[in-house]
């Protein structure tokens, strides 16, 4: 899974990955393998805490993606995790942006998948993203509290993660 990790995120948004490791096998998050006839083919990674999930990492191997495979995983997990609050963070729509096209298709899978825009964004280690989910919003403090139960508050307070308005 590592590769498919290392190769899907840049450094700026991706913690190391025997971190994300210690987390999911501490129960501090669901790290789940994607596999498409026994052949591991991309990955995801979300806390789950009380009736919250961050679908905080999840990537495909990019020699398969455009396959469906994403919108399967996706259906999967919101049927997996029904009846909580989902939701995930993802670059902002900026049509001045490197990889905007990109982005747009991210955004279109998502919304396909039935997420809908929500009114707030996040901050990590200096990165602004949008986010988008189901089950209702999520207020600042219940982010605040789901990333202190995932990585402590020390750690949420060095990395400046925290919900602004947008």
Not at 13 to 30: C, H, L, T
Request: proline letters at 5%; one cysteine or more; aromatic letters at 14%.
């Amino acid at each position: 899974m590592k590769w498919i990790y290392t190769g899907a995120f840049p450094p700026e948004e991706r913690a190391p990955f025997r971190y994300v490791r210690r987390r999911a096998e501490q129960g501090k998050a669901d790290f789940l393998g994607v596999y498409v006839r026994e052949r591991l083919c991309g990955f995801a990674y979300l806390v789950n805490y009380k009736e919250i999930v961050y679908f905080f990492y999840f990537a495909v191997d990019p020699r398969i993606r455009g396959r469906g495979i994403g919108t399967k995983v996706l259906r999967e997990l919101l049927r997996r995790y029904a009846g909580k609050r989902f939701f995930l963070a993802l670059e902002p729509l900026d049509p001045k942006a490197e990889n905007y096209e990109e982005r747009v298709r991210r955004h279109d899978l998502y919304q396909r998948v039935g997420l809908v825009d929500l009114p707030r964004q996040l901050t990590e280690a200096g990165v602004i993203y949008d986010l988008m989910g189901v089950g209702g919003e999520i207020l600042p403090e219940e982010y605040r509290e789901l990333m202190d139960y995932h990585m402590g508050a020390r750690m949420r307070k060095a990395l400046h993660m925290r919900l602004i308005e947008n």
